[in-house]
């Protein structure tokens, strides 16, 4: 299965060029995964800026969820 397929900056629309690719294998199964980035470095920077702002903020909320979690088994 070579199937091309190309992968828009979601900032700037432009499309990103691969930095890394790599295979895994899970069991039997082989993946193929790719790192990619927007050509505009200024664009990426901000991209990834936006994106370590969002991980933290899913990170805080994984972390109150299981502190309530903690505490309704505790009572």
Same mark, same amino acid.
Do not use: G, V
């Given at each position: 299965m070579?199937?091309?397929y190309t992968n828009i900056c979601i900032r700037c629309g432009k499309p990103r060029i691969v930095v890394k690719s790599w295979e895994e294998k899970l069991g039997f199964s082989t993946i193929t995964a790719t790192n990619t980035a927007?050509?505009?470095s200024?664009?990426?920077k901000i991209v990834d800026k936006n994106n370590a702002k969002q991980?933290?903020?899913q990170d805080?909320?994984?972390n $109150?969820? *299981?502190q309530r979690l903690q505490a309704r $088994?505790? *009572?």
């Open positions: 070579n199937t091309t927007c050509p505009d200024e664009c990426q991980k933290a903020r805080a909320l994984k $109150r969820h *299981s $088994r505790r *009572s």
